[in-house]
Nanobody, 119 residues
Framework: QVQLVESGGGLVQAGGSLRLSCAASGLTFGSYAMGWFRQAPGKEREFVAAIRESGDSTGYSGSVKGRFTISRDNAKNTVYLQMNSLKPEDTAVYYC????????????WGQGTQVTVSS
């Protein structure tokens, strides 16, 4: 079965950096667009970033553009989210997702990893 396993979350001070990873198994990774989403307490899940199957196209939400970078290594079946200049409002559970044929529709989701940014 398909599994998406996130890692790399933790506690960091404002202005710091974290790198999230999402390891995929049970699917043909290079055939899937990958995305990162987040959900803060009491809020709906929101889009953060996405990357096309080959990695040649990316998209970001306005709140993270210029601070976060999504990338992927198809040889390792892994997608990354480099997060720099973190702010307390970036605190959330971060989820990766896989979708076939689109960066905007997702079929599989991971369990999430907690990111907490202290002020």
């Amino acid at each position: 079965q398909v599994q998406l396993v996130e890692s790399g979350g933790g506690l960091v001070q404002a202005g710091g950096s974290l790198r999230l990873s999402c390891a995929a198994s049970g699917l043909t990774f290079g055939s899937y667009a990958m995305g990162w989403f987040r959900q803060a307490p009491g809020k709906e899940r929101e889009f953060v970033a996405a990357i096309r199957e080959s990695g040649d196209s990316t998209g970001y939400s306005g709140s993270v553009k210029g601070r976060f970078t999504i990338s992927r290594d198809n040889a390792k079946n892994t997608v990354y989210l480099q997060m720099n200049s973190l702010k307390p409002e970036d605190t959330a559970v971060y989820y990766c997702a896989a979708g076939v044929g689109s960066m905007w529709k997702y079929d599989y989701w991971g369990q999430g990893t907690q990111v907490t940014v202290s002020s």
